[in-house]
């Protein structure tokens, strides 16, 4: 399994651990990832605020670049996922759209054809060949972590660009806690926002959202949140002391992203996945790890 | 034999809402709206609810099924049979219920009407109708298919945690009004839109995609709402600030400068909105989380200024 890896901006910046926990993740499954060095921001959505066809285009060169190397393209942030989908998707139904974006690419050495496939890492490990690695290489089965999935809008809606099966119902992030080991809690909010997106313009409801979510998880009976978006991560988990206050609840549940909770179960220790840098402790996750077998 | 969970609410008889199940033998084709009916015409008349068309048209029958709003003329009950072939029916979400499946619509529309939904122009009316071409009026076609059934204000993400958001069927429909090439209050509207509430505190969760049963999709008309804003130089509040230098640090480096966002959003002489942002910073700091000090630039970086060059931006 071989794949170009656009790995977003956050993972190179505030959750670095992402990254370091998608390397090794990958190393552990025997996943072949070539980081796209030259790939620019995704937008979040929000270069297109400024103009959509601007966003577009950047997206196209980066898939175009993925072409080049004839890889299909793997994305470890929601955010990253839906953007690119949606670029995707506007050009492939458009041939005039897109015959003008490759003409501004052309001058960069840049043609997008749409040959190489956008698929988010969770959606690599659901796939048979996905399943069938993890199941071979687990070294440390997640037996009794108790682990609650927090899947991030972008990969789930619209759900015509989703590669989940039934976004307002998924499984797909459940059925990879389940080969991991791990006991998946189903809580309401697991397809909810965690509001991000609005921390810098309504920071009250923005974190009343990832409060909300939290409360559900912990009240389902989780011991961890997992997530696939960094900027969830962000959310749940940075502004978490700030979410209790706001709450007025005394709690505190660890977010991994999903890359840490593989790496786990493929024998890694926690330091290697520097689950020490979250601004949450995840004490409660070591303590309930198995001896690597 | 299915089973219709069906949340009641009566508060003359009893002040909490409860659940209530009824069995039917779904009709071969029988929309969830030929089901409820049935129920109601022949298991128990007292049942409540809104309905119309039977054409996904009047938009009256919005209500929730398995936990998602859906217009009940427009959905096949079998599809939204769970495993234990139940389903289960609630009002729309986001306002008050008045009694079973009807909400209080008054703070949707008290939105809507707030957006000021009807042109606006200087000039007396001509003899004959404000014409439009083909063109002009394909800027506004997908909001102007909103049939008004509170789908997406039902769903919607942030209304569940703060009312005062204006909610996206009226954003929808203020960009109806802010892409009309008769309008002639754009800037005032853009302004009046970028204010807390409105545009800029959408959440992009795409729930009101998902739930509108039109092609107006509420959160890309927002987003184009936006566009015109900061076309328009309505720039003075965080949204905007965080879209320009989200686009000025991808212009610059091809990457987001993480540092740099969150001090730009909330304005170099936000003194207030600037001391919100040392706790989480020090947090990061502390944690060694926060972004590299010396932002890099991606590799090819020229060829991505090439591209904002080429575009005008």
């Known amino acids: 399994m071989k794949f170009a890896l656009f790995t977003g901006c956050v993972s190179q910046g505030a959750t670095r651990e992402l990254m370091v926990s998608t390397k090794k993740a990958a190393e552990g499954l025997g996943i072949d990832f070539v980081e796209m060095k030259s790939a620019a921001c995704c937008g979040a959505g929000v270069v297109g605020e400024k103009s959509s066809i601007l966003a577009d285009t950047l997206n196209a060169r980066s898939f ?230 | 034999m299915a089973t219709f969970r069906i949340k009641r609410y009566n508060p003359e008889i009893k002040p909490e809402p409860y659940y209530e199940d009824f069995q039917l033998e779904i009709p071969e084709g029988a929309t969830l709206l030929d089901c409820i009916n049935q129920i109601k015409w022949t298991l128990d008349g007292t049942l409540t609810y809104r309905m119309s068309c039977r054409s996904a048209i009047c938009g009256s029958c919005g209500m929730k099924a398995n936990g998602h709003a859906q217009l009940a003329c427009q959905k096949q009950a079998t599809s939204l049979l769970d495993k234990n072939d139940t389903i289960t029916v609630e009002p729309l979400g986001n306002m008050e219920p008045v009694k079973d499946l009807v909400v209080d619509f008054e703070p949707f529309w008290d939105k809507v009407n707030k957006i000021k939904p009807y042109l606006q122009t200087d000039d007396s009316p001509p003899k004959k109708e404000r014409t439009q071409s083909p063109d002009q009026f394909h800027l506004i076609d997908d909001a102007s298919t909103c049939i008004m059934c509170g789908n997406c204000y039902s769903d919607c993400n942030v209304l569940e945690v703060d009312d005062k958001f204006l909610g996206p069927a009226a954003l929808a429909k203020a960009q109806r009004f802010v892409g009309d090439s008769r309008d002639e209050r754009t800037l005032e509207r853009v302004t009046e839109l970028s204010e807390p509430g409105g545009i800029w505190d959408c959440t992009h969760c795409g729930e009101c995609v998902e739930r509108c049963p039109k092609p107006a999709q509420p959160f890309y008309r927002i987003k184009e709402v936006m566009a015109v804003a900061l076309e328009q130089g309505v720039h003075n509040n965080n949204g905007a600030r965080h879209a320009l230098s989200f686009v000025k640090s991808v212009k610059s480096s091809g990457r987001l400068n993480e540092n740099m966002i969150p001090v730009e959003s909330m304005g170099y002489f936000n003194i207030k909105g600037l001391m919100e942002l040392i706790p989480i910073g020090l947090r990061m700091l502390l944690k060694r989380k926060i972004p590299p000090i010396i932002h890099k630039s991606i590799e090819d970086v020229k060829d991505v200024k090439r591209i904002f060059k080429e575009l005008g931006q």
């Open chain 1, 64 to 293: 175009a670049i993925a072409e080049k190397q004839g890889l299909d393209l793997v994305t470890i942030c929601s955010t990253c996922q839906g953007v690119l989908k949606k670029t995707e998707c506007n050009l492939k139904s458009d041939p005039e759209y897109k015959k003008k974006i490759n003409h501004i690419l052309s001058e960069g050495g840049h043609q997008y054809d749409g040959t190489s496939r956008i698929k988010h890492f969770a959606n690599i490990l659901a796939t048979d060949e996905g399943m069938t690695r993890l199941k071979e290489r687990i070294k440390r089965p997640l037996t009794g972590l108790k682990v609650a999935a927090f899947y991030g809008c972008y990969v789930l809606r619209p759900s015509g660009l989703s590669d989940f099966d039934n976004p307002d119902n998924p499984t797909g992030l459940e059925d990879i806690f389940e080969v991991l080991g791990a006991t998946p809690v189903y809580y309401p909010s697991r397809t909810k926002c965690c509001g991000f997106p609005i921390v810098m313009m309504n920071k009250t409801a923005s974190l009343e959202m990832a409060g909300n979510a939290l409360v559900d998880a912990i009240e389902s009976g989780a011991d961890c949140v997992v997530t696939g978006c960094p900027l969830c991560h962000l959310n749940l988990d940075s502004y978490q002391p700030e979410i209790d206050k706001l709450m007025q609840k005394k709690y505190s549940i660890p977010i991994l992203h999903l890359p840490q909770l593989v790496a786990l179960a493929l024998g890694y220790s926690p330091k290697e996945l520097d689950m020490d840098k979250h601004i949450v402790s995840t004490l409660n996750i070591k303590r309930k790890l198995h001896p690597v077998g």
